[in-house]
């Protein structure tokens, strides 16, 4: 198969998700008694001045980088067979903790970035690691203690915001952590856009952006290119198979889960250092579920993710425009709900046609043999003794 | 109808004993697959009120046949005729309305819920709405107590032993109504006491008036139990015998065919230099008896020992023990002069462990995979596919595009995912990959299952061609082509032991067939 | 013969008052274990002066907060015993709420109750097509429904409030036509109310007895009602009929159902789509309490519901006593801050206990965890004045977390469940 009908064939299920997800948003767009082409406008509408595209245009990238990162965190997981729902949580505890510890010293410029950067995925990772520790040793289903887990950080959080780490005055409205000083910020990209001859934007394009494409880059090549990744990935395809070939099971689970923690330690830097320079109430929560949206969407891909992250994104910034064509933003949600369906539906019924295709196509498929697997095309089989054994205590 | 050797006998069509219809009559049954003729023009002739069993080979016909007695699907040609009628059996539901009850090889309960809950699922007592538990334990009581099963119907099944879910297998079966049992190798996982226990229930059965149909490999057993037997081999039916005149070696003639290829003569490559030697190995079992028990086994440079017995004898535990997918309970395990008994997987295969799974699907290949990542499973550490901690891509490729071609892997390309190819050329690119990484020792377990005729002698060909270069070469199988032509040595393996050392070049069918099953007169570890 | 005199020996070598505690059985030790535990809350009360922590208005919101959380916990039974995980209860109850709010607003509390079950059976379709008909992995799908049912209830209301004339808006949903009635003893909650009186005297034992029974019994929703007998009556269905012991095969062995004539896929969806509906019925109990569906009401109730479930070990007793548990543990910081501090003083104790009993049975290492722990807790009381709102919110995960770690290889999950089932596959 060339490269190019194996990337066709990849994109069917996602793209035709998408399609589905569009049809019946459109459907339910003309229940509410509007006209789903007025929401395609809205949705391609980048503003009318220069000056408004380019915002346009930062606002999605803005939105993408954290979606991404999140993405990328569950996708890590994913890859290997196991689920992190707990996304979440970790970033939400990163991120209280790497603001905490932002605030709380003064370093030259770069170090003082990176130490909250450190921080961030150290505390991701150490969060993850519960789940990992826990399933590992007494058996804990990861889906269970992650969710569990995810609610005790918005909890910890939370106290830590009103408690330690407070930084507004009492009886504020909003809560919020003490301000990074200027060293701990991460400067934007706006230089980018003279330089290409575009107009400047009024808000600043995350400079966090070039982190997520070198993590991004790195997940690709440790997946793809690498001994760990290869391990990684047999793993998810077949246990089995991967222990008969040497892997170590049970460390494999940790590694994996300490990595996707400490990716997940990174989804809220981007707002973090490129915007409010602070941890609030009013903080961006919900990436940790898009996140598992996202992963597969892109079908567990770095590239896939990136394309699904845009989108997504795409989909967020028409919020508050399609509220001024009376159309409710909820819809969305709604769109992006109905893709995550779609795709898992869409990825389910692709798996099962390949294979059904694949081992048809092989010849496979004879008579029922004893031990349950076919016989296979060809001649007689040999003369055999043989007998199954069931496993004593069935 | 075949000839049978002395002592079998073919009754013509018809020939029942007395005015009795036959119970199950099956007359010209024929049953074609794409590409294969699975059963061909089989005759079975089974009276009411006997025990009869059923011997042959895996790939025999039997498994098609039992599916044909049971409704799973329909004959091409022939008929079946039940107490003389003849039927039509459209389904599962029509066979056991036709009173045909089948306790399957693995047994279908679920652990959670009690004998009771077990048996009656699907048919339960109800008495408005309710479950009428005391109505179900009546009969379950009656049922127990009439064939002697000893059931407790308030217990887990998860507490009771594998002796006792066969039994609850059996009631449900009774309990709905079935006056002929087919059981499918019904003591493939007992222990001798185990297996008397089942033969006295099969004796309460048919003294209550019901016929049981019995499928086995164990020719002791069988002799001992059944009151006739019909031989299938390659499909059709050989002959049926009567246990009380015909010995087990001659069912193993039967079974096995009086022509055993002869060895190639070839030299001896056999050097002094043990690359293999195992010293009491023992592995657990969930079960009383370990699974491995106290094995003894060297293999030299350029030797291939080979393992014959009858599947579930302990092969697969100890391939995996060697292979460090087990603990070892017991024993030593030593490869090249060290000892590696606590060694990872890992750790043997980049020592020059070599593996061929059993089960390619399952151990062997990632099957959605392409074929070039196949080629380093396995060998994820070592070159040319590896290159430091990174995947040398082009390297992996070139080096696939190369076993593809001395190996003979018929494939598109090295993109092709696994799945694709058909069993033969999978079996040939595993074998190519483990040969690629010179190994010292290769564990092949049942190297050309599944795989087409040509495939099968190209891996031997290879097999052969390693060995004379000094590979040391475990083989594990079940097709006795394969074990006695390419052998030097050959053990036989039976309940965890290995019970008898024989020369391939000399040895007869009757003599393997005989210490395989047991059936030989001062075969050790028989019980 | 030799083995019924031995047997009788072992039984008297524990003496008569061994004998009462442990014997005759689970039910007697379980009542043991409540009246003990009684015991013990009072002496917390009056050793700490929390008088919170007994009272009849805390036993009530507990009581209140557990509905819908045993609610949930239900509709997880239902799913989970047939082999399908329902992580989309949270969604389910999300879809609850807006229909109770939806349906009550315009016909009243029984047209509540009506729409809210509808919603959420509907949720619980199209996880059951997804799971079922679909094979598509059941933790993914329940996580899709969670964010879909997020943005339809929004959707819905910006359709149908918003601008509109009825009231209400964007969040939430106009007032309930009508309250649900609520029921409250005679003589002994009501009116004399002697229950209340007993209460108040703050005696030991008995007023913590009478603070119990009448928060039980005083103005008792009749929704309330629903949800207790639901819990006997889940029992008698799943554990008693046919169809029950169908289902729960699904979630055993469903090769085995399907082998024996259950129609596997069949059963699957009913109990998936029961689920939706037991999940949008606590959603409905959220709504009666604010007397409007609004957004955000759930709170991840439905989570909770599910870790109920985990720590009843998927029986409908166990689930009940877990919800319970939360229940009261959220009731207990509404209620007074101060009185969950008063909690650490019960760890302290139980802590000590379980210490003593692992000394006794000679694991010297884990009666030294339990007594350093124990002591922890001890120090904590003495030195807190008040636990924050943060840390306490998340007292029904910590246990649950707690419990699956401790005791995840003795809790009996149904064998088949997660398994994503596929016809001839198996």
């Known amino acids: 198969m060339t490269a190019l009908r194996r990337l066709g064939s990849a994109l069917v299920a996602p793209a035709l998700a998408v399609v589905v997800a569009v049809v019946i948003t459109a459907v339910v767009i003309l229940l509410i008694g509007e006209n789903p082409s007025t929401a395609l406008r809205v949705l391609l509408d980048f503003g009318d001045t220069p000056a408004q595209q380019t915002q346009a245009i930062v606002v999605i990238l803005n939105r993408a980088v954290p979606l991404f990162l999140s993405g990328l965190a569950v996708a890590v997981a994913f890859r290997m067979g196991l689920f992190n729902i707990g996304v979440e949580g970790q970033y939400r505890m990163a991120t209280v903790l790497a603001a905490g510890a932002g605030a709380a010293v003064a370093l030259p410029g770069p170090l003082h970035v990176l130490l909250i950067i450190v921080v961030a995925m150290a505390v991701g990772a150490l969060w993850a690691g519960i789940v990992a520790v826990l399933k590992v040793t007494r058996g804990v289903s990861e889906v269970i203690s992650s969710i569990m887990l995810n609610f005790i950080a918005l909890g910890t959080a939370s106290w830590l915001l009103t408690g330690p780490l407070r930084g507004s005055e009492e009886g504020a409205a909003i809560i919020t952590t003490t301000d990074i000083p200027e060293s701990g910020r991460f400067p934007d990209l706006n230089g980018l856009f003279d330089v290409v001859g575009l107009a400047q934007p009024r808000s600043g394009l995350y400079g966090f ?65 490129g915007d409010t320079h602070h941890f609030g109430t009013e903080f961006t929560a919900g990436l940790g579920f898009l996140g598992i949206a996202v992963a597969l969407l892109g079908r567990g891909s770095p590239t896939g993710i990136a394309f699904a992250a845009l989108l997504f994104a795409f989909l967020d910034r028409a919020a508050v425009p399609l509220q001024f064509a009376d159309i409710p933003a909820s819809v969305v949600t709604i769109i992006q709900g109905t893709i995550v369906l779609a795709v898992v539906i869409a990825n389910e019924l692709a798996r099962q046609l390949t294979r059904r295709r694949a081992e048809r196509g092989s010849g496979q498929g004879g008579p029922p043999t004893d031990d349950g697997t076919s016989a296979g095309p060809g001649g007689p089989v040999g003369t055999r003794i043989t007998d199954d054994r069931q496993e004593a205590g069935a | ?130 479950l009428d538990r005391t109505e179900a334990r009546r009969r379950i009581g009656e049922i127990s107590q009439r064939y002697a099963l000893g059931l407790d119907p308030d217990v887990l099944v998860e507490e009771l032993g594998v002796g006792d879910r066969q039994r609850v297998e059996i009631a449900k079966v009774l309990y709905r109504g079935a006056t002929t049992l087919i059981l499918d190798e019904p003591t493939a996982v007992l222990v001798p006491q185990e297996v008397d226990e089942l033969f006295g229930n099969l004796a309460e059965l048919t003294r209550e008036g019901l016929t049981v149909i019995f499928i086995s490999h164990k020719l002791d057993e069988v002799r001992k139990v059944a009151d006739s037997i019909t031989v299938i081999r390659r499909g059709t039916t050989v002959g049926s015998a009567d246990p009380r005149t015909t010995t087990a070696r001659q069912l193993a003639e039967m079974m096995v065919g009086s022509e055993l290829p002869s060895p190639q003569t070839r030299t001896s490559t056999v050097r002094e230099t043990p690359v293999l030697e195992l010293r009491g190995v023992t592995v ?199 074990l006695i032509s390419l052998s030097d040595t050959l053990h036989v393996m039976l309940r965890g032991r290995l019970v008898a050392t024989l020369d391939p070049a000399a040895v007869t069918p009757e003599q393997l067939g005989g210490h395989m099953t047991g059936a030989s007169v001062g075969a050790a570890g028989a019980a | 013969m030799s083995t019924v005199t031995t047997a009788a020996t072992s039984a008297s070598n524990r003496g008569p008052l061994t004998e009462l505690f442990l014997g005759g059985g689970t039910a007697r030790r379980i009542t043991w274990g409540l009246v003990g535990l009684m015991l013990l809350m009072s002496v917390v009360r009056i050793v700490s002066g ?84 679909f094979g598509v992995d059941h933790v993914v799908s329940g996580v899709a429904i969670n964010i879909l049912a997020g943005g339809i209830v929004r959707f819905l209301s910006e359709l149908v409030y918003a601008g509109s004339d009825v009231g209400g808006g964007v969040t939430q949903s106009p ?125 991840g109730r439905g989570f909770i519901g599910l870790a109920a479930l985990i720590f009843g070990n998927w029986r409908p007793g166990g689930l009940a006593a877990g919800a319970g548990l939360f229940g009261f543990a959220d009731g207990l910081q509404l209620r007074s801050r101060t009185a969950v501090v008063a909690l650490l003083l019960l760890l302290a104790v139980l802590l000590l206990a379980v210490a003593v009993f692992q000394t006794v049975r000679g694991k010297y290492v884990q009666a030294v965890l339990a007594a350093a722990f124990a002591a922890l807790s001890l120090v904590g009381f003495l030195t807190i004045e008040e636990l924050p709102t943060g840390i306490v919110s998340f007292t029904p995960h910590l246990i649950t977390l707690l419990v699956l770690s401790l005791a995840s290889q003795r809790l009996r999950m149904p064998k088949a469940d997660g398994l994503v089932y596929r016809r001839g596959e198996h």
């Open chain 2, 284 to 482: 657990a079992s969930l079960g009383g008896r370990p699974a491995v028990d106290g094995v003894d086994l060297t293999v030299h440079e350029g030797e291939v020992v080979g393992i014959a017995g009858v599947e579930g004898n302990g092969q697969a535990e100890l391939v995996d023990a060697i292979m460090g997918l087990r603990p070892l309970a017991g024993g030593v395990v030593v490869l090249g002069g060290e000892e590696i008994t606590g060694w990872s997987t890992r750790a043997r295969r980049e020592s020059g462990m070599g593996f061929i799974p059993e089960d390619r699907h399952r151990q062997g290949m990632l099957l959605d995979a392409p074929l070039w990542e196949n080629r380093i499973l396995g060998h994820q550490t070592r070159p040319p596919a590896v290159k430091g901690p990174f995947i040398d891509r082009r390297a992996a490729r070139a080096d696939t595009e190369r076993i593809m071609g001395e190996y003979d892997v018929r494939a598109p390309g090295p993109d092709t995912p696994a799945v694709a190819l058909s069993g033969g050329n999978q079996q040939k690119l595993i074998v190519g990959r483990e040969m690629s990484a010179s190994p010292r020792l290769l564990v092949a377990a049942h190297p050309t299952r599944g795989v087409d005729v040509g495939a099968q002698a190209a891996i031997w060909e290879l097999l052969n061609a390693a060995r004379a270069d000094g590979l040391g070469i475990l083989l594990i199988s079940a097709d006795l082509d394969e």
């Open chain 3, 175 to 299: 007032a309930l036509s009508s309250r649900p009635p609520s029921f409250s003893l005679p003589v002994l909650s009501d009116g004399p109310d002697l229950l209340g009186d007993l209460a108040g005297r703050e005696w030991f034992l008995v007023s913590d007895i009478a603070g119990l029974l009448r928060g039980m019994t005083s103005g008792v929703g009749v929704l309330t009602l629903i949800a207790i007998l639901l819990v006997p009556l889940s029992y008698l269905v799943l554990w008693r009929t046919a169809f029950g012991l169908r289902l729960r095969s699904c979630g055993e062995n469903p090769a085995a159902a399907d082998s024996l004539g259950v129609p596997v896929y069949r059963m699957k969806y009913i109990a998936v789509v029961i689920s939706g509906g037991l999940a949008g019925l606590g959603g409905v109990a959220l709504v009666f309490v604010a007397n409007i569906y609004k957004e955000g009401q759930t709170g």
């Open chain 1, 209 to 273: 952006l070039l982190v997520a494409v070198v993590v991004g880059v790195a997940v690709a090549v440790v997946l793809t290119r690498t001994r760990f990744g290869f391990d990684l990935r047999a793993t998810g395809m077949s246990p089995s198979a991967a222990t008969a070939s040497g892997v170590d099971a049970r460390r494999m689970v940790i590694k994996t889960m300490l990595i996707s923690g400490g990716i997940a330690g990174l989804i809220g830097l981007p707002d973090l250092l």
């Open chain 3, 50 to 133: 929390e008088q919170a922590l007994t009272s009849s208005s805390t036993f009530a919101t507990a009581l209140l907060l557990a509905v819908p959380i045993g609610l949930a916990a239900l509709g997880g039974l239902f799913s989970e015993r047939a082999g399908v995980v329902n992580i989309g209860l949270e969604g389910m109850m999300i879809l609850g709420t807006w229909g109770g709010g939806y349906a009550g607003y315009q016909w009243g509390w029984v047209g509540a109750i009506v729409g809210g079950v509808l919603f959420g059976a509907a949720g619980g379709l199209v996880h059951a097509i997804a799971t079922v008909t």
């Open chain 2, 1 to 130: 109808m075949a000839e049978g050797p002395a002592g079998a006998h073919v009754p013509a069509a018809g020939d029942a004993g007395g005015d009795a219809p036959y119970a199950v009559e099956l007359r010209g049954i024929t049953k074609r697959f794409p590409g294969v003729v699975a059963n061909r023009d089989i005759e079975l002739r089974v009276r009411r009120g006997e025990v009869h069993a059923i011997v042959g080979e895996n790939g025999a016909g039997k498994s098609t046949l039992m599916k044909t007695l049971y409704g799973m699907h329909r004959p091409d040609e022939g008929t079946i005729l039940l107490d003389g009628r003849e039927t039509t059996l459209r389904s599962p539901a029509d066979a056991i309305a036709a009173g045909i009850g089948m306790v399957h090889q693995h047994f279908m309960l679920a652990d959670n819920f009690t004998v009771l809950e077990n048996v009656v699922l699907g048919s339960e007592p109800t008495r408005g709405g309710r």
